[in-house]
């Protein structure tokens, strides 16, 4: 029974995420089908601006050219199994800062100072990056185990000390017995 309110669960989701996938080149276009000359858009649930734009319809037409490719960079994001999949926070970043730019009140300045704060997501997305490809590269191409040498460490760590307390326990014998 819990199995499958699981596999349930699983396909809604998955059906979600292959409609949004579908309808992106729709609602990409969907713009096109607006009116033109107008100060707002009024939808059911929300009313878009001009906010700064010529009219409402370009402001709806920025919206949608940040919006549609961030949707799709998530979706790839959560549902990659790929090493490298974090690569992908960084034109999340960038589609991120210049959705904000745009939907920020009177969108005078678009796509101008964003590169600041990716070039930030950047500094710290890059060497987590390369650093999962460089473990990775050294256990599976080169064959380097990193825990193993860390286990053979330790294994000589230890039998140096033992061989250390042997010479002590020597050096103690052979003194009592110069003694007797």
Known sequence: ???????RKRFIIEGLITLIIALSPVLFYSYKYMPTNTESLDFYLFEITSN?????RTA????????I????????????KQWWYHAILIPIAMYSFQLYSVVAKDS???????????IAVTMVVVPVVYFIRVKLIDKHVHGIDLDAMDTELQILKEKEELRKEREKLEQR????SKKM
């Open 1 to 7: 029974m819990r199995g499958e309110k699981k596999i």
């Open 52 to 56: 700064g734009f010529a009219d409402a």
């Open 60 to 67: 709806f037409w920025f919206y949608l050219i940040k919006l």
């Open 69 to 80: 490719p961030l949707t799709l960079l998530i979706i790839w994001f959560v549902s990659n």
């Open 108 to 118: 005078q300045k678009v796509d101008e100072n964003e590169i600041f704060y990716v």
């Open 173 to 176: 014998q052979q003194t009592l």
